[in-house]
């Protein structure tokens, strides 16, 4: 799995965290909190999917590209977990 330290945020992911109810900073929270990092389904934009917890414990998941830089990824879009994603996160 990649290494993801930080994320970038831009307008154009912020909007589309907006249009599903999701802040940056919930998105921000993931990677400090209970998460996993899978490789997302094929033919899906971001190659990668974080699937984990904010701080006041909503499961929210985040497709992610990579950047030019080691370790920061951009999330593409992000939204409340479905059972599916959720269940990727208890297992």
Known sequence: MP???????DDDNEDKFAVHGVTVVQVSQ???????????????????????????????????????TRGLWRPITAWFCKTVELNRLNN
């Open 3 to 9: 290494y993801v330290q930080d994320f970038l945020f």
């Open 30 to 68: 993931l990677l400090d909190n209970e998460h996993v990092i899978l490789r997302n389904r094929k033919g899906r934009r971001g190659i990668y999917l974080v699937i984990g917890r904010d701080n006041g414990g909503a499961c929210i998941a985040a497709p992610i590209e990579s950047t030019r």
